[in-house]
């Protein structure tokens, strides 16, 4: 089945030390989405790839970098994560950027920072 | 800064039909209304989308008045596996922005 996969469902990390999450998809989308997920929040877009094109939103720290080497694969890296950054991060793909195509969510990866 | 609102939460018998509505005073000309349903420690799920008046799927329905100001979503006949928070997800100042969300108790 077609899908967006998300390694490791679970991270822990120390304050300060570097850390990568993976997002992959099967979808062959042409938008890569990668969101903060706080406690009983709702998903804060941090930026979103539009093929090789990085959109970065105004208020995601300098701290949160984002690769994206191929049409599958996105990387999430938290340079130096502090307490604060400890969340559910959810990668999301759509076949274009537009508010009339769905997104599909991956199951996300929890971050814990100690 | 203009946000796009949701009842924090809302309880509902099985079986009845319950009603969540979204408040987007700045949605942008042009786009969408969509709707997301998430479980705990599951990424959002495509619930249903519209653009005005009214649109039915399987699971759902979504009103939109004339002014595109809210929206709300129909969840006919609930059951236990309903329980979840609701999401809708618009477009304002030229950003897609999730609302606030919805937790929705579903009690037997």
């Known amino acids: 089945d077609a899908m967006v996969i998300q390694n490791p469902r679970y991270q822990v990390t120390q304050f300060g030390k570097p850390v990568t999450l993976s997002c992959s998809q099967t979808?062959?989308?042409?938008?890569m989405y990668w969101y903060q997920q706080k406690s009983s929040q709702a998903p804060k877009l941090l930026f979103h790839?539009?093929?090789?094109?990085?959109?970065n939103e105004a208020d995601t720290p300098d701290n949160f970098q984002s690769r994206r080497p191929n049409t599958s694969f996105c990387f999430l890296d938290i340079r130096s994560p502090g307490l604060g950054d400890a969340a559910m991060y959810l990668c999301a793909t759509s076949r274009d950027g537009d508010s009339d195509t769905e997104q599909y969510f991956g199951p996300g990866t929890r971050l814990t920072v100690t | 800064l203009a946000k796009t609102t949701q009842p924090i939460s809302m309880d509902s018998y099985e079986g009845q039909e319950v009603n969540i509505t979204c408040s987007h005073n700045?949605?942008?000309?042009?786009?969408?209304i969509t709707w997301y349903q998430q479980f705990p420690s599951q990424g959002p799920r495509f619930i249903i989308q519209?653009?005005?008046t009214k649109v039915t799927n399987e699971v759902a329905s979504l009103f939109i008045p004339a002014d595109r100001k809210s929206s709300t979503l129909s969840l006919p006949r609930v059951s236990l596996s309903d329980t979840a928070v609701y999401y809708c997800l618009v477009g304002v100042n030229e950003k897609l922005t999730f609302g606030t969300g919805t937790r929705l108790t579903i009690i037997p």
């Open positions: 700045n949605i942008a000309t042009n786009d969408y």
């Open positions: 519209g653009y005005k």
């Open positions: 979808l062959n989308h042409n938008v």
């Open positions: 790839y539009y093929d090789k094109d990085f959109n």
